[in-house]
Every structure is written in structure tokens, then in C-alpha cells.
């Protein structure tokens, strides 16, 4: 029984035509489909699956799906997630050719969707270059997403259900001054993050949604290419203080922010004990010395 990774995120955005104008002719995703008031987009060559679902109205993250390998394991999901007291209901409608998922919800709202996957290459295989067929600032695969909790109950909570309901790992937790949960970074199989949760503003559901760009040359064309369209970044490029991988952020057309990520670790072993560090004696977001901007505590 093993989670893949990430696979889709359903993001709510205040003007969908402006969402679609900036996924599609600047971030370079190609609609896949439509269903009344939700879009699907794909950022994937190879891939017939959406990795983003644009829903009209509201901002932040409705839904996430996690890839399983077949159908039978969503059976073993549900009972393990049943032990934790988690309900969780069978869909057929979660996305389009999908006929069978499980979706409960996180204690902070957002819902989780177990999407059996079984047709996904087991790696992309590092010769298969696609970045001269991709279009603007060309994301490789939807990365990670990181979502958005108010205080450390319900940090915790979420923490519990990750670990104790899916078989999430926690690879490092941020604690504050007074020794509460800042930030956390979990994950599925062996990167280092796939769900990161950041304390935000009451209300908020999404702290950013990462992409994945192929390195650093990559990030460079990219921010020039956002540029070049009008849209600044907030942060960066640079590289994080926990994790170390290469980031840069910037708020989206729609109201939600996203990273675009290079160079995401890769757990060694099978360690099971998360690193936990403490502001004021570790940058947990730069490892070059950037400052973190005061909107970064900020979400939708
Ligand atoms: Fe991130």
C-alpha cells in the first residue's frame, strides 16, 4: 500500500478567465477539459491527466488528490483511515475518466482525494527531455502543495491524519518562539515534501501551490518570462533554509500564490523522526540569507 505523489490540486480563483489567460498563455498549461464552472488544465506532455482543476469564485485550495496504485489499495486506505475516526466517502466524479476515489476531509477543510493512478510511468526517466516542447514558463509536473492552518491544534491535527491515516512521514517541523508549530514539511514516499503546512491568517485554506521547473536556468527564464507578461515575483529566486530546494514565489491572476521549485531533496533511509529546529536559531527560509517577506505569512 503506497501513495504516489501529488497529482492534482483544485484551486479556487476569484475571475476565471483571467486564471485561464495566466495558466494557460503565461504559465504554459493546456486545457484538457471543462465541466461547467471547472476547468482542467495539464502541464504534462505525457500525462493525459489534469494536475489543476480552476473552479470560478473564491480564492485557495478546495481539493488534492494523491496518486494510488491501483484500486484495490484505496480499500486499505479507507479502513486505516476509519481507525482515526476520519469518514470517508467513495466518489466517481472527481475527475473526468476517473470512475472510482476516495476523498475525506483534513480537519483544516481542505479535501483529500485517493486517485488510483495505476497507468503513471514509475519515474520519468532523466534522457526523456520535454522542455523544448513546453510553452511559457513551462513547469515540468505539479510539485507539492502547501497548505495553510491558523494554530497548533489544528497543525497537528492535520499532522496526525498525514502520518496515522495515509502513511505520511514528517521531515521537518518549524516551531515559533513560544514552541508552537510554524511550519511543517510531510511526505509521501521519499521526496521531501509533498503536503507542507504554513501558519497563515484565519481562513485561509492554501499557503502556495509548487510547480516543478527543471534547475536554476530554469528558474532564471522563468521569472523573466513572468516578467516580460507583467507579473513580478514576490520572493526570490533563492534556496530554503529547510528542504534546500530552489524556489521563487509570486501571486497568481485569480488569488493564490504559487512556487516554482528545482532541486527537492530526496530522503535518505528510513528515517521516520522529523528534524524540528526553532526560529531564532535556524533560517528555515533561506539558506543564503534572503529575508522573508512580511506577505509570506499570508495565504488564500
Ligand atoms: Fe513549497
Not at 224 to 244: K, Y
Not at 263 to 275: Q, V
Request: glycine share 10%; net charge negative.
Amino acid at each position: 500500500m503506497a501513495l504516489q505523489k501529488l497529482v492534482w490540486a483544485e484551486l479556487a480563483v476569484t475571475d476565471i478567465d483571467q486564471a485561464l489567460e495566466f495558466n494557460i498563455d503565461v504559465l504554459g498549461l493546456r486545457e484538457v477539459s471543462r465541466e461547467g464552472r471547472k476547468v482542467y488544465l495539464s502541464c504534462d506532455i505525457d500525462d493525459p491527466h489534469a494536475q489543476l482543476v480552476l473552479t470560478d469564485g473564491g480564492t485557495g485550495v478546495r481539493s488534492f488528490a494523491l496518486g494510488v496504485d491501483s484500486e484495490d489499495e484505496l480499500e486499505q486506505f479507507e479502513a486505516r483511515l476509519a481507525v482515526i475516526g476520519v469518514t470517508t466517502e467513495r466518489r466517481s466524479d472527481a475527475a473526468p475518466e476517473q470512475p472510482t476515489s476516495v476523498a475525506f476531509h483534513l480537519p483544516t477543510g481542505q479535501e483529500v482525494v485517493l486517485l488510483p493512478r495505476p497507468d503513471r510511468p514509475l519515474y520519468r526517466h532523466p534522457g526523456f527531455d520535454t522542455s523544448s516542447q513546453r510553452r511559457g514558463v513551462g513547469p515540468a509536473d505539479i510539485d507539492h502543495i502547501t497548505i495553510a492552518f491558523s494554530d497548533d491544534a489544528e497543525a497537528r491535527a492535520v499532522a496526525h491524519v498525514l502520518t496515522h491515516g495515509l502513511g505520511f512521514k514528517i521531515s521537518d517541523i518549524f516551531l515559533n518562539a513560544d514552541d508552537e508549530w510554524q511550519a511543517a514539511w510531510t511526505r509521501a514516499g521519499e521526496v521531501h515534501h509533498d503536503v507542507g503546512l504554513i501558519r497563515c491568517q484565519p481562513g485561509a485554506s492554501l499557503h502556495h501551490l509548487a510547480w516543478t521547473v527543471d534547475n536554476m536556468e530554469h528558474q532564471k527564464r522563468a521569472a523573466d518570462t513572468l516578467a516580460s507578461a507583467g507579473h513580478l515575483l514576490e520572493t526570490g529566486p533563492g534556496r530554503h533554509g529547510v528542504g534546500g530546494n530552489l524556489y521563487s514565489y509570486l501571486w497568481t491572476p485569480g488569488g493564490n500564490r504559487y512556487e516554482l521549485s528545482a532541486e527537492m531533496p530526496r530522503i535518505l533511509g528510513e528515517r521516520t523522526d522529523p528534524i524540528v529546529r526553532k526560529a531564532g536559531e535556524f533560517d528555515a527560509f533561506s539558506a543564503w540569507g534572503a529575508t522573508r517577506p512580511e506577505s509570506f505569512t499570508h495565504g488564500s
